[in-house]
Nanobody
């Protein structure tokens, strides 16, 4: 499966962005989908995940500001990011975890100006 991430851009601190990750086929079989991010010089870090049943989990750093959702009919996982901070600036990567393989999308860049 191929994952296409989009929605990144430049935004001022306090603003919002919505990232989307569209899969090339049905995501019904992926019980674990989500987002990681990587800032220059840093390791990739976990942001959020959502199960097939809609259970969500977030990194403490984004809890209360980011919301992850999935639409199986549209093969899409989205990340609504509100109250953005400069430290949220990074390349954001979506993933889909299958039974034996993890698929990654290309990054979409988010830059938050302070």
């Amino acid at each position: 499966v191929q994952l296409q991430a989009s929605g990144g851009g430049l935004v001022q601190a306090g603003g919002s962005l919505r990232l989307s990750c569209v899969a090339s086929r049905s995501i019904f079989s992926f019980n674990d989908m989500g987002w990681y991010r990587q800032a220059p010089g840093n390791q990739r870090e976990y942001v959020a995940r959502i199960t097939g049943g809609g259970i969500t989990d977030y990194a403490d750093s984004v809890k209360g500001r980011f919301t992850i959702s999935r639409d199986n009919a549209k093969n899409t996982v989205a990340l609504q990011m509100n109250s953005l901070k400069a430290e949220d600036s990074a390349d954001y990567y979506c993933y889909a975890a299958g039974s034996s393989h993890v698929y990654w999308g290309q990054g979409t860049q988010v830059t938050v100006s302070s």
